[in-house]
């Protein structure tokens, strides 16, 4: 059984699902590839509280990692990527290519941008920190804007926080 819950945040709106009470989705407003709203199941904003008080702890600058369980729905490939993700590190950054070539697949860039892009639980699974092959910003679920508020953020959060 599917839940919701939506939050307020630096970001903007965030809409937060689980199946069955583990998280498999984080969308923002606006977000490409966002699900139809129907297929959040129900409001109950109970199941979240863990995931409400880290998002809020990271918002804050006072985490750099998330410890929450997560069921992420997607191909092998894209659960690959998605788990690659996380051990980028707060504040850093990959490009396409580097992703892919520490998958062992140095020519799947455009693949891993792919997946990268239908990422279900963005800012926990990090996708802001991919990169073009140059460090420009390129392409984001959540809008350029916000892949560089979540950047900037990360690369300052020493000095100052995100309202949230």
Same mark, same amino acid.
């Given at each position: 059984?599917?839940?919701?819950?939506?939050?307020?945040?630096?970001?903007?709106?965030?809409?937060?699902?689980?199946?069955?009470?583990?998280?498999?989705?984080?969308?923002?407003?606006?977000?490409?590839?966002?699900?139809?709203?129907?297929?959040?199941?129900?409001?109950?904003?109970?199941?979240?509280?863990?995931?409400?008080?880290?998002?809020?702890?990271?918002?804050?600058?006072?985490?750099?990692?998330?410890?929450?369980?997560?069921? #992420?729905? %997607?191909?092998?490939?894209?659960?690959?990527?998605? /788990?690659? $993700? !996380? +051990?980028?590190?707060? &504040?850093?950054?990959?490009?396409?290519?580097?992703?892919?070539?520490?998958?062992?697949?140095?020519?799947?860039?455009?693949?891993?941008?792919?997946?990268?892009?239908?990422?279900?639980?963005?800012?926990?699974?990090?996708?802001?920190?991919?990169?073009?092959?140059?460090?420009? #910003?390129? %392409?984001?679920?959540?809008?350029?804007?916000?892949? /560089?508020? $979540? !950047? +900037?953020?990360?690369? &300052?959060?020493?000095?100052?926080?995100?309202?949230?």
């Amino acid at each position: 059984m599917k839940t919701h819950t939506t939050i307020d945040s630096p970001v903007g709106v965030l809409t937060l699902v689980a199946t069955g009470g583990v998280l498999c989705g984080l969308y923002m407003t606006d977000q490409r590839h966002r699900p139809a709203q129907e297929s959040f199941g129900v409001e109950d904003p109970s199941c979240f509280d863990e995931a409400t008080a880290q998002l809020g702890e990271y918002f804050a600058g006072r985490r750099t990692s998330f410890d929450l369980p997560l069921e #992420l729905i %997607g191909t092998p490939f894209q659960r690959t990527v998605w /788990r690659a $993700l !996380l +051990d980028i590190p707060y &504040g850093g950054t990959l490009s396409y290519g580097e992703l892919a070539a520490a998958l062992g697949r140095p020519s799947a860039a455009r693949a891993v941008g792919l997946a990268n892009g239908k990422n279900p639980v963005s800012v926990i699974v990090p996708c802001h920190r991919v990169v073009g092959s140059t460090g420009d #910003l390129t %392409g984001y679920g959540g809008g350029l804007a916000r892949k /560089r508020q $979540l !950047l +900037d953020f990360e690369r &300052g959060a020493h000095a100052h926080h995100l309202l949230f």
